[in-house]
């Protein structure tokens, strides 16, 4: 009988033993869920960071405070918890509602910079197609896919931007268009080009660019 009560003890502390070590083995599981889930918000949270820098320092484009505040408060939270080493869903769910607020306020500031910043470019570089020995539809759709870079994150959006920007700038100032030579082009494109627009600086402009026998006006 006693042999049978130690028995029925030692598999009641067997048991026993087992669950807990079920349980920590789920805590453990569901730990590395959450630290899976932290690795990657803090991946993003630095992709953000980087497209932040990449547009502000080579683009022109300027954060809002807002911005601000919001980046220099998840970095804290960031950096708190990586020190503190405890990590919660709850923690990594601000980060992430932080991250959305910070995301949403850049597409709204770039997209209203986007358009501010390059439909002239783009308008002149329309007008220029025909009349540069550069790939210009090249360099504006280069530009363009830059419009929603934030929809993938995709930094190398930014970067072609930038540099298609400044290519799109060198081919304007080389043609040396000043705002004469922009509307008879313009006018040319839209075929309402008359003789009156041949003005002495736009015919200059034509001979020094070699393009007088381009050049069309019909009734």
Same mark, same amino acid.
């Given at each position: ?51 932040v ?6 683009s022109?484009? @300027?954060? *809002?405070?807002? #911005?601000?505040?919001? &980046? =220099?408060?998840?970095?804290d939270? %960031? ?14 769910a ?21 358009? @501010?910043e *390059?439909?002239? #470019?783009?308008?002149? &570089? =329309?007008?220029?197609?025909?009349? %540069? ?24 959006k ?17 043609l ?44």
């Amino acid at each position: 009988m006693i042999i049978l009560s130690n028995t029925l003890a030692m598999k009641a502390k067997n048991i026993k033993q087992f669950s807990f070590n079920m349980q920590e083995a789920k805590k453990s599981a569901d730990q590395k869920k959450i630290d899976d889930r932290f690795s990657e918000i803090i991946g993003n949270i630095g992709s953000c960071i980087k497209q932040v820098y990449l547009v502000v320092n080579h683009s022109g484009f @300027e954060c *809002t405070e807002e #911005i601000k505040v919001h &980046l =220099k408060h998840i970095l804290d939270e %960031s950096r708190c918890i990586i020190e503190q080493q405890q990590v919660s869903s709850q923690r990594i769910a601000n980060l992430q509602k932080e991250l959305k607020l910070i995301q949403s306020e850049l597409e709204k500031d770039w997209h209203e910079y986007f358009i @501010e910043e *390059t439909s002239s #470019i783009n308008e002149i &570089l =329309k007008l220029a197609q025909n009349i %540069s020995n550069v790939d210009v539809n090249r360099i504006r759709n280069n530009i363009r896919c830059a419009e929603s870079w934030y929809e993938n994150n995709d930094v190398k959006k930014i970067e072609t931007f930038i540099r298609s920007l400044s290519e799109a700038k060198d081919v304007i100032n080389k043609l040396e268009l000043n705002e004469d030579i922009l509307i008879f082009l313009k006018k040319m494109v839209d075929y309402a080009a008359t003789v009156s627009d041949l003005t002495e600086g736009v015919l200059t402009w034509l001979k020094k660019e070699k393009l007088e026998n381009r050049v069309k006006i019909s009734f």
